[in-house]
DNA sequence: CTGAAAGCGCTTACAG
DNA sequence: CTGAAAGCGCTTACAG
């Protein structure tokens, strides 16, 4: 065992330096006078002793953790570093640590938390890595929280960072029916719980409603955020000797993508020629799709930024912006049937917008 | 300020269940014999008052942190997502905390890192996220450390956890010599300071010394494992009016070679028919390149996990492996020159070897 | 401006 | 098997 060679603590640095550990204490986190003779005292003891205070103390000390906690329900979907990388960010500008947990690894016996007030002093949470429940009870423990990509139900007043997914919906289903004359597309739903199915759903009757167009449960199928879901059910539906008609697809988001693209190529279905297909996120693989693919622009770094604000600002007792709303964009790339005429097919990762020119 | 109600503490549950704090403990720890009758008391009452014990006391108490830190340098790129899924699932099983901090961003003044043995019981360092100086700073402070693709200068000894680099690039390089007749093959160089890249050069001299083709300092440029600046290099190369002919290019890495395509294809050059151009890492974008990369797989979750497993082993004072290294395996897809006979040409993201055949 | 002392919420020898 | 008490390394009223 790495035994640890016992610290040098406060108490220490007030010996050498003859002064109390409060003064010392009070150096060190400069939250009183103290006088320019101690203070060079004090700061030569610690160096030359190589002093680093002990979160943990201090922590106990001031019942402050100085660290935020991140739970997101898996690691597979794309915007997960995206999303982290904002976070952090924010975190880490802020002197705060952030400690991370992935929901269904944690799933403890005695329905424990491993992130809550016993170690942090808020947490963020992601979509539907927590049940209603889980929620509600770290609410009751008074835990700040914030939610991310889902809001809190009603009775609770917790504040959310999401994104705007009806209307883009909407608009880039408008655009597969008003630029592409597509009128039977086929809807791959997202997970029942998640918010961002439900929107971008409601997102895509209101277009089809746009266009005096029918919805047809019949043109459904369940796809969750997940390529290989995705790439099943698809399958599945096209080995249905009597399945419907179809000329685009809306996939929910770009993992599920992936999945048709595989689905609809493996039956010889020409992309964009006989299917539209769209999706949703714009992950850095959307545009290296062939085709490259149609899709929603959603700022996750910035989602994680903002979250982070938002959780920070409840731990320093200001009041936070109970819904913050990111804006998304379309991006046009080929797989809804635009072409381009640049050559440089690939070198916009980023989501930027292409130069398109759109043919019907 | 969102106040946290008094918290209940050990000794509410000691008062309420008529037994010392002591007894409280050792029920919560199962570290002592309790007897039946005490045991349920305090199970009871605990479950009333829904007791979570402080991390922060228990931490300070035992001065162990139940926490590692991983520090990465960036969350650029595309394995990190893997590599964070590994470790964080091999640290929730041990019951650890996971804490994350990125290099470039905690830059302090003091030169103090966000995280250390104040704060953590030990740390996964990702590569060049730290100096040597430093990590030799946190080693004399005794602070439990494993290194991830990167092995510890020798006067120290700090395990390690990397991949097997050398011989995976060689035969991939090989490979583009005796089967696509490739001879001048251009070298993208990744940072100096960065292993992975020495020794990814190291395989390729060798594959050229293997076949008596002589190392040509004309054809290398200096690419770093990033998507722009390899995309610059790369331009700056090809406008060079008098740049020597070049038949093939070996990218260093999956995001270098990102990089790679964009210049090569903005100056319409075909890939692979005029120029083969390989990578490395099979990271999950790589197949979806067009033509999909042919590249060399790198286990990067297990690394992750093998890599928290020997911080766990070093925190249990076990004797950890000194260095682990993970065997790679070359993936030819099509942008060597190679052709697949089967159509599903995306549905094999994982890095899955695909059924070729091979083509001069 | 500085210090002595109590306290944060646990754990763990030491007794019995 | 259980308890009383000291201690982990800080912070922060309270005095002076």
Not at 107 to 112: L, T
Not at 195 to 200: A, I
Request: glycine share 4%; charged share 20%; aromatic share 6%.
């Amino acid at each position: 065992m790495t035994k640890r060679t016992a610290n040098i603590t406060i108490r220490d640095i007030a010996r050498e330096a003859d002064v109390s550990v409060a003064t010392v204490s009070r150096y060190l986190n400069q939250n009183a006078y103290v006088s320019p003779s101690l203070s060079e005292r004090i700061q030569k003891v610690m160096d030359r002793l190589d002093y680093v205070p002990q979160a943990t103390a201090r922590q106990l000390a001031t019942s402050k953790n100085n660290t935020i906690g991140l739970l997101v329900p898996n690691m597979q979907n794309n915007f997960f570093a995206a999303l982290l990388a904002g976070i952090e960010q924010e975190v880490s500008k802020h002197n705060f640590n952030l400690l991370v947990a992935i929901g269904d690894t944690n799933q403890n016996q005695r329905n424990q938390f491993s992130l809550g007030s016993h170690n942090t002093d808020g947490l963020l949470i992601f979509a539907d890595s927590l049940t209603d429940e889980q929620i509600a009870q770290l609410y009751d423990r008074q835990l700040p929280m914030v939610l991310i990509h889902k809001t809190s139900t009603s009775d609770l007043n917790i504040p959310t960072v999401t994104i705007e997914n009806k209307s883009a919906t909407r608009k880039l289903i408008n655009h597969l029916i008003e630029v592409h004359n597509r009128t039977q597309i086929l809807l791959v739903r997202g997970s029942e719980q998640q918010e961002d199915s439900y929107w971008r759903e409601v997102g895509f009757k209101d277009a089809l409603a746009d266009h005096d167009i029918a919805f047809d449960e019949n043109l459904t199928i369940r796809g969750s955020f997940d390529r290989d879901i995705a790439y099943n059910a698809m399958k599945a539906f096209l080995e249905n000797p009597t399945h419907p008609e179809f000329d685009a697809v809306f996939c929910g988001d770009d993992d599920a993508a992936i999945g048709i693209y595989d689905a609809l190529k493996e039956k010889n279905v020409q992309i964009p020629e006989e299917v539209s297909v769209v999706g949703f996120d714009d992950t850095q693989i959307a545009p290296f799709l062939t085709p490259p693919l149609t899709t929603v622009m959603a700022p996750t770094e910035e989602v994680g930024r903002s979250a982070a604000k938002q959780l920070l600002c409840l731990l320093n007792g200001r009041n936070p912006v109970p819904v913050t709303l990111h804006a998304t964009e379309i991006v046009l790339r080929q797989s809804c049937g635009c072409s381009i005429h640049e050559n440089n097919s690939q070198n916009q990762g980023g989501g930027f917008y292409k130069k398109v020119n759109v043919l019907p």
